[in-house]
Nanobody, 125 residues
Framework: QLQLVESGGGLVQPGGSLRLSCAAS????????IGWFRQAPGKEREGVSC????????NYADSVKGRFTISRDNAKNTVYLQMKSLKPEDTAIYYC??????????????????WGQGTQVTVSS
């Protein structure tokens, strides 16, 4: 069974940093695009960043460009989201999901499945 598990969330002050991890079990990530998505209270889930199966191509939402960096270590079967200069509006539950090889290009929810359970990120002073 395909399973993704997110970790690394927490409470951080504005301007702070966090690194989220997305670990896979039951399958190898090598052939999948992986996306990070987030859902804030009362809002729809939105794409944050996506990465190709090789890690050579990435895609970012405008709201996080220059602050967030997605990467992957296929040897560890894990994808990361490094978040810097965090803002209160980054507060949300962050999810990772797996998509087909080309899914990273549009980074849309509909192109991804095998969702993890999410990890809470709270940016507050």
């Amino acid at each position: 069974q395909l399973q993704l598990v997110e970790s690394g969330g927490g409470l951080v002050q504005p301007g702070g940093s966090l690194r989220l991890s997305c670990a896979a079990s039951g399958f190898t990530l090598d052939y999948y695009s992986i996306g990070w998505f987030r859902q804030a209270p009362g809002k729809e889930r939105e794409g944050v960043s996506c990465i190709s199966s090789s890690g050579g191509s990435t895609n970012y939402a405008d709201s996080v460009k220059g602050r967030f960096t997605i990467s992957r270590d296929n040897a560890k079967n894990t994808v990361y989201l490094q978040m810097k200069s965090l803002k209160p509006e980054d507060t949300a539950i962050y999810y990772c999901a797996a998509g087909y090889s080309g899914s990273y290009q549009r980074c849309l929810l509909a192109d991804f499945g095998s969702w993890g359970q999410g990890t809470q990120v709270t940016v507050s002073s």
